[in-house]
């Protein structure tokens, strides 16, 4: 894949055969309204639902060979879903207002105006979506335009796909540490603004004999624990052993995703409890153990 608008390797051509189906220009209100339809009732007149676990995408690029080849990339990273693709300015600021993205992949060449200038744009329009520049842009004021904007990351062309996987995740990283912390002391604040500079190769691999699989499951369980959790009531849940259960929890208090508050009975040893931090999720679990 080139940078713009060159020719797609057969490697990615071949990566993305999934999608051939869709292949040709698709337009914001054509993709925009093939996916509404497919979210939400025409008669509600409401916008797209997506799933609470899922951070939709909308795929900004001029070259729609280029766009279909990031779609391919970006569906193969969970919980992201592409929502729609665009391939001007004007096509991205009416798919925002109607499929409501999560997050937007811009590109900064386009054919009716600079992408930089749509972020503004869509800030004024009242869209909260997140944006992540993915150009062949390499000047250094189009650098610090898309930092004064708030952009979440600046990936160049051509890429690979895990280049672009890196960055999702640790994209979601972070934004499930902003919707999911609480604010208690600055020590809070701190741990939420370094996830922004960690890497996500910087999150430690999961000990040997642990799966990936489990590992999801009873943090996902921790989260939504109303409270603090047992080892065994975690076990309960899950459906995985009481030893199982509390070796996961210790490892999420060891790399502080988890906090241990200690309940004293009658007799006994004091019953250890977990409560979720936010510090790791699922989704940067290390690749290299990933399946």
Excluded: N, W
């Excluded at 993709?31 to 676990?53: E, N, R, S």
């Excluded at 708030?150 to 999702?168: H, I, Q």
């Excluded at 990936?212 to 943090?219: F, G, I, K």
């Excluded at 208090?253 to 009658?266: D, I, M, N, P």
């Amino acid at each position: 894949m080139t940078g713009r608008s060159g020719s797609v390797d057969a490697t990615a051509t071949t990566g993305t055969a999934h999608a051939a189906a869709t292949a040709g220009r698709a337009t914001a209100t054509g993709t925009a309204h093939a996916a509404a339809t497919a979210a939400t009732p025409a008669a509600t007149g409401a916008a797209p639902h997506v799933a609470d676990a899922a951070i939709g995408v909308l795929v900004v690029d001029d070259d729609f060979m280029v766009a279909r080849v990031h779609r391919a990339f970006v569906e193969r990273v969970a919980p992201f879903r592409v929502v729609g693709v665009a391939g001007t300015g004007e096509e991205a600021l009416a798919a925002a207002g109607e499929l409501r993205p999560g997050l937007i992949l811009l590109d900064l060449y386009l054919p009716d105006v600079f992408g930089l200038d749509v972020i503004p744009r869509l800030r004024a329009a009242g869209h909260d979506c997140d944006v992540m520049v993915v150009s062949a842009a390499r000047e250094a004021d189009a650098v610090r335009g898309a930092v004064r904007q708030g952009v979440v990351d600046y990936l160049l062309k051509p890429f690979e796909f895990e280049d672009l996987r890196v960055r999702l995740e640790r994209y979601a990283l972070q934004r499930g540490r902003l919707l999911g912390t609480v604010v208690r002391s600055q020590a809070d604040v701190d741990r939420v603004l370094a996830g922004a500079a960690a890497p996500a190769a910087a999150v430690p691999a999961l000990p040997k004999g642990m799966s990936v699989e489990t590992a999801e499951l009873v943090e996902r369980t921790l989260r939504e624990a109303d409270g603090t959790l047992s080892a065994s009531e975690c076990a309960a849940r899950t459906g995985v052993s009481r030893v199982s259960a509390r070796r996961y929890l210790e490892y999420f208090h060891t790399v502080g995703s988890a906090e241990v508050s200690l309940r004293y009975g009658v007799a006994g040893r004091p019953e250890r409890r977990y409560r979720f931090r936010g510090a790791v999720t699922g989704l940067a679990l290390p690749p290299a153990v990933r399946p």
